[in-house]
């Protein structure tokens, strides 16, 4: 069994250390420098971990470039920020390697105050009743955390390069078919400011790419939910 993690990096040189650190022992960590000036991917590299260049800005490229970059029979996906520990990611692979669950997300859990702001909490249940709204799925997040196959995951033919990748995946699997699964995972206070939603600007890319994820019309998948798990 071969797992590679995709760490999406922008400028994360203060948290990288920490993360791959926390990297379990015979998985790869793929980090995908995303336009970084702190020097986030020579040290990484230096750590240990395979180095991804991808110069077109957006959440969602990174994540695909890394994804495009593994070999892995598994694809896990985490933020590189520390404010999730990869340690724990064997916890979601479990259900998608014995075939209970084709998808399992990351459930976050504030650890403390301040670690998921109020508008962020309040902004993420509202993405999660319009994603049960549009696919019937009942989550509780859209935490960026998750672990799936990867051939699978290639054929849902993802599309979306910004910030709406995240729940492309999701809806996407929930259209094919796939059983979606979640699991509590403890949320810690991020290092640095959000690329996200940390300014008005990156929110508002951010509604605008959900909105568009929301708006795709249902469609029958490349992958069903039987061949994940064949």
């Not at 995240?166 to 995972?185: C, F, I, N, S, Y």
């Not at 008005?200 to 798990?229: K, Q, Y």
């Amino acid at each position: 069994m071969t797992v590679d993690v995709v760490l999406p990096c922008l400028d994360e040189a203060e948290a990288l250390p920490w993360v791959l650190g926390r990297i379990p022992a015979g998985w790869r960590a793929v980090v995908v420098d995303n336009g970084s000036t702190d020097g986030s991917a020579a040290l990484a590299g230096g750590l240990g971990a395979t180095v991804v260049q991808e110069p077109r800005r957006g959440f969602g490229a990174a994540c695909h470039a890394g994804l495009l970059a593994s070999d892995a029979e598994f694809v896990c996906f985490c933020d590189c920020d520390a404010s999730l520990d990869p340690g724990l990611l064997p916890r979601l692979l479990t259900p998608v390697a014995d075939g209970s669950a084709d998808l399992v997300l990351g459930r976050r859990r504030p650890t403390a105050r301040g670690a998921w702001p109020a508008h962020a909490r309040a902004g993420n249940l509202a993405l999660s009743r319009m994603l049960h709204r549009r696919t019937g799925l009942r989550l509780h997040d859209l935490g960026p955390m998750r672990v799936v196959r990867r051939e699978a995951l290639l054929g849902l033919e993802l599309t979306d390069r910004r910030s709406g990748y995240p729940l492309q995946m999701v809806v996407r699997a929930a259209d094919a078919g796939w059983r979606v699964a979640e699991t509590d995972v403890p949320y810690l206070p991020r290092s640095g400011k959000s690329k996200v939603t940390g300014t008005w600007r990156g929110t508002w890319h951010a509604v605008r790419d959900i909105r568009r994820v929301l708006a795709e019309p249902p469609a029958a998948r490349t992958v069903a939910a039987g061949e994940v798990s064949a």
